[in-house]
């Protein structure tokens, strides 16, 4: 699957460590920014990965800041967008599950290198039950629909 990825300067270290643990589980990641330690502004990653998600060029993303909260806050402005923020591996398998979130956040300096790809990895290795949380899904699309 195509992955796209995006960081600002907090969280480089972290995304191309996510990088290569996709391409070792057979994905494609597609690399949305940053490239350096620059100082950015990390709404532009997170919109450039969330846009990529809803034109159907990527299937999932990740976006990784200092703390991962604005990653997700920003993600999460994008209509089809599920971005959830983990810290740990049981919330990326949860979220899975039962959110279907198609949008990983990770804060680099809150989790490291270690735990954030083990996160990583349960997320990217957990499918979506469906069933009952397909029906809650469904209402926030209903609310992003202005419907509720
Ligand atoms: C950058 O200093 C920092 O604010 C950013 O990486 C992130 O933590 C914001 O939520």
Redesign the pocket.
Known sequence: MRIALGS????LALKREVAALLTKLGHEPIDFGATDSASVD?PDFAAAVARAIQTGDCVQGVLV???????SITANKFRGIRAALCTCEMEARMTRQHNDANVLCL?E?VVGLGLGVCIAEAFFTTDFAGDRHQRRLDKIAAIEAGER
Request: with cysteine; glycine share 36%.
């Open positions: 600002d300067h907090a969280g990390y800041c200092g703390t991962g909260i604005g990653m804060g300096r």
